[in-house]
């Protein structure tokens, strides 16, 4: 059981918005450490995708958002493509581990 | 462009230890701006921190892993190792390298990832 809690799977037509939720504790994302997002492609390394709660990595579509409030953050994903079914994880820092963290993963469908 | 390339054995017996190198290319292992860490993935599931290291020699780990993990860095061979005693079945996994900034940011840069089974 991941510290961070993500929905397993979430889907949307192509042209859709998208979100996929990440929730933490007090320990992690409350204490106002920041949240990262990265797509994992089928048979690949993980990519990050959001860094910083809201940053994007140069190359990173602006379809792709992310916001964090209290315990939460969210990553949004504007006008839906065939590639971007992927799987989705969320990361953030814990005090209580001191340590990293991850969500368990979020499986985009793109219908 | 910085590379990343995980090497080691792909299959490790049971109660042995588990041995990984990663070789760094493309750009500097002993910026003290960057920690070194490795990640794992087990088949079909998620993405699960061992542990990082900074220039400085510090070590973090996660605590279930602690007893178990050993990082460390080869400056001179552009290398980051990771040592696992005591396997199990329960490690077999994909086991990423990767960089990143602080203990709190991001991975910037991942390996392609190396697949381990531990099995007899």
């Known amino acids: 059981q991941s510290v961070l809690t993500q929905p397993p799977s979430v889907s949307g037509a192509p042209g859709q918005r998208v979100t996929i939720s990440c929730t933490g504790s007090?320990?992690?994302?409350?204490?106002?450490?920041?949240v990262h997002w990265y797509q994992q492609l089928p048979g690949t390394a993980p990519k990050l995708l959001i860094y910083?709660?809201?940053n994007r990595p140069s190359g990173v579509p602006d379809r792709f958002s992310g916001s964090k409030s209290g315990t939460s953050a969210s990553l949004a994903i504007t006008g839906l493509q065939a590639e971007d079914e992927a799987d989705y994880y969320c990361?953030?820092?814990?005090?209580?581990?001191?340590?990293?963290?991850f969500g368990g993963g979020t499986e985009l469908t793109v219908l | 462009q910085l590379q990343l390339q995980e090497s080691g054995p792909g299959l490790v017996k049971p109660s042995e230890t588990l041995s990984l190198t990663c070789t760094v290319s493309?750009?500097?292992?002993?910026?003290?701006?960057?920690?070194w860490g490795w990640i794992r993935q087990p088949p079909g599931k998620g993405l699960e921190w061992i542990g990082s290291?900074?220039?400085?020699?510090?070590?973090y780990y996660k605590p279930s892993l602690k007893s178990r993990a050993t990082i460390s860095v080869d400056t001179s061979q552009h290398q980051v190792s990771l040592r696992l005693s005591s396997v199990t079945a329960a490690d077999t996994a994909v086991y990423y390298c990767?960089?990143?900034?602080?203990?709190?940011?991001?991975?910037?840069?991942w390996g392609q990832g190396t697949l381990v089974a531990v099995s007899s």
């Open positions: 990767a960089r990143h900034k602080s203990r709190a940011t991001g991975i910037d840069y």
């Open positions: 493309g750009g500097s292992i002993s910026s003290s701006t960057y920690y």
């Open positions: 290291m900074s220039y400085s020699g510090s070590t």
């Open positions: 007090s320990s992690n994302i409350g204490a106002g450490y920041d």
């Open positions: 910083g709660n809201n």
């Open positions: 990361q953030s820092f814990d005090s209580t581990l001191s340590g990293s963290i």
